[in-house]
């Protein structure tokens, strides 16, 4: 039918209009450019920046402050913190979520108390409270709980049931509280934003996996949780990005192997601060740079035969119009 | 065609949804290859009947028995014990279900949507499933696709690789929940030619529809629903051609 028409109508000339201009823009654009300009100039002409002791020698003998021993090893910890703290933070998180949707009263509102407590109190407060929670034990361990009770109520003295413990003050100072505290904290955020990503996924994808007899586990595994994670990626990887940053708190714990401790030290030594914010600030950056990139190519992996499903849930919603609502009615009204 | 043995087995079935009871007493024999089919208005519970059966919904009285077992309960000493998860599960991997919208796994290619099951399930080798499921694909006609994604593939596509899917369980019982509802009018056909095909091959199969071409042509026995309970019940051609209650009557003047 349209072959008829183009043979009967010759096409018209292609359109060529004036585009509108912008003005605004551009003149923005300019401010812009001499605000950059200015930037550049300040980076290249001030000599307080001190880019020698940021980058080459900060002392005689000595690698610039980026770059020496200590800071080195202080960046070591603060990525070996994030992903241990991350680490914690997801699993738990995601425990943490199934509970909160769990049928059961009494598990849900745990999950919920928690998610509370550790949101409420912020994370600074959290990490030096952890690096004191040795004043509360001397050891700490597995075992039996309750022991010395039990072995009171039965006259036993010194009754102990621990079957393995050490000094709190070991376990519970540097890192290792840092770590818990960054954790627990993340969890119960990552508890927020997972379960956000369950409920996002369609109920008839359980439906159709319980239905072929998959186990509840299974379903979560297999079925839920890939298509959650299309949800929970972006925000999971902003969160990574901030614990990247808010690693830096532990150094108040106070945390020794961790990069912001050790560049303050360096500064309390020197009496030279600025240099060494702005070489905080350029590890940081680093660090977050590549975790933007890893977290581009994780969106991508999971958002894999997704573009092509939007389209074809438009075009169901538009079968549904229709046909007058009657699948919405049937399929969705229950 | 039909054998004797009874396949799914409904009796006094209840069911409520809080305050609102939908399903008001059902009886109902479907024997071993035959092919049922659930006619009746929107809201009349043939939809919600149907997802009892695999007990995706539980029912708060009467008894639904499939091939003898009762679905969801243990009957000792005169007391019902609910089933566990795992049992229930049991009972339903020879149940195959194909739902209205379809609800194939998106994050999964054709290929892994119909293996999933045997595979995690069943723990059935990968090889001999893989072939299985391909020959399943070939059978609904699209061999072609098993590298696609269900977005790619058309509201017939997709209901034809769900099929493909329950298939590839080795179900003894079919169950279809309005398959071809949220279907373009012209890719109707190609689905209720794959069930054609199944009934041909005699599986089990309750068939909740609005097709009723699909229910004279292929149906050995025809439910009418409305509110909750039987209305009327026979072989398809007899209802279709002279339906004896006044509801049957009114519902399908509107349809045909």
Aim: charged letters at 20%; glycine letters at 10%; a positive charge.
């Amino acid at each position: 039918m349209s072959d008829q028409t183009t043979t009967e109508r010759a096409r018209p000339e292609p359109i060529k209009a004036v585009p509108v201009r912008h003005p605004g823009r551009w003149v923005t654009i300019a401010v812009l450019a001499v605000l950059a300009a200015m930037f550049v100039h300040l980076l290249a002409t001030n000599d307080n920046f001190r880019w020698s002791f940021i980058f080459s020698s900060y002392e005689e003998g000595k690698r610039g402050v980026m770059f020496t021993g200590p800071v080195l090893e202080g960046l070591r910890g603060t990525l070996l913190l994030t992903v241990t703290s991350m680490a914690i933070g997801i699993s738990l998180g995601v425990v943490l979520a199934v509970m909160r949707l769990s049928p059961n009263r009494i598990l849900s509102s745990v999950a919920f108390v928690y998610t509370w407590f550790f949101r409420a109190v912020p994370r600074l407060i959290l990490a030096i409270l952890f690096g004191n929670l040795n004043i509360l034990w001397s050891r700490v361990g597995f075992g039996l709980p309750f022991d010395k009770q039990i072995g009171d109520l039965f006259g036993i003295d010194n009754f102990n049931g621990q079957f393995y413990s050490i000094r709190a003050a070991d376990l519970l100072a540097g890192f290792v509280a840092g770590m818990l505290a960054l954790g627990l904290s993340e969890a119960a955020y990552m508890a927020e934003i997972v379960r956000a990503g369950l409920q996002s996924v369609d109920e008839g994808q359980t439906e159709a996996a319980v239905a072929l007899g998959m186990s509840r586990f299974q379903v979560l595994r297999r079925i839920v949780l890939p298509q959650a994670m299309r949800v929970i990626v972006p925000p999971t990887g902003n969160e990574t990005i901030a614990m990247v940053k808010d690693t830096s708190l532990v150094a108040y714990v106070p945390v020794a192997g961790e990069l912001w401790f050790q560049l303050n030290a360096v500064s309390a030594r020197t009496f030279v601060v600025f240099p060494v914010l702005v070489a905080a600030v350029i590890w940081y950056l680093i660090i977050c740079t590549v975790l933007m990139i890893g977290q581009f190519f994780l969106e991508r992996h999971y958002g894999k035969g997704y573009g092509a499903a939007a389209r074809a849930r438009q075009r169901l919603r538009d079968i549904e119009v229709e046909q007058g609502g009657r699948v919405i009615d049937t399929g969705e009204g229950r | 065609m039909t054998g004797t043995t009874e396949m799914v087995r409904a009796d006094n079935v209840h069911k409520s949804f809080g305050s609102l009871e939908v399903l008001k007493g059902i009886d109902l024999v479907v024997r071993s290859g035959e092919v049922c089919c659930v006619l009746g208005p929107s809201g009349s519970g043939k939809s919600t009947f149907l997802r009892c059966v695999n007990h995706l919904e539980k029912i708060n009285a009467g008894r639904i028995f499939v091939d003898g077992d009762l679905m969801g309960y243990r009957e000792r000493g005169g007391k019902l014990h609910e089933l566990g998860e795992k049992d229930v599960a049991k009972q339903r991997r020879s149940i195959g279900m194909v739902f209205q919208r379809f609800n194939l796994f998106p994050h999964m290619t054709v290929l892994q949507n119909v293996m999933e099951a045997p595979c995690r399930v069943k723990k059935e080798a990968k090889a001999d499933v893989r072939d299985r499921a391909v020959a399943m694909l070939e059978r609904v006609g699209l061999g072609e696709k098993t590298g696609s994604y269900p977005g790619q593939l058309s509201g017939g596509q997709q209901q034809r690789v769900a099929i493909a899917r329950a298939l590839a369980m080795r179900p003894k019982l079919m169950l279809f929940d309005e398959p071809t509802s949220a279907l373009d009018p012209e890719l109707v056909g190609e689905v209720l030619d794959v069930m054609k095909d199944l009934a041909r091959d005699g599986m089990t199969m309750v068939v909740v529809t609005h097709e009723i071409g699909f229910a004279r042509e292929v149906g050995d026995n025809l439910i009418f629903m409305d509110g909750g309970v039987v209305v009327e019940q026979g072989a398809p051609r007899e209802v279709i051609a002279n339906p004896q209650h006044e509801r049957t009557r009114a519902f399908l003047s509107k349809v045909l």
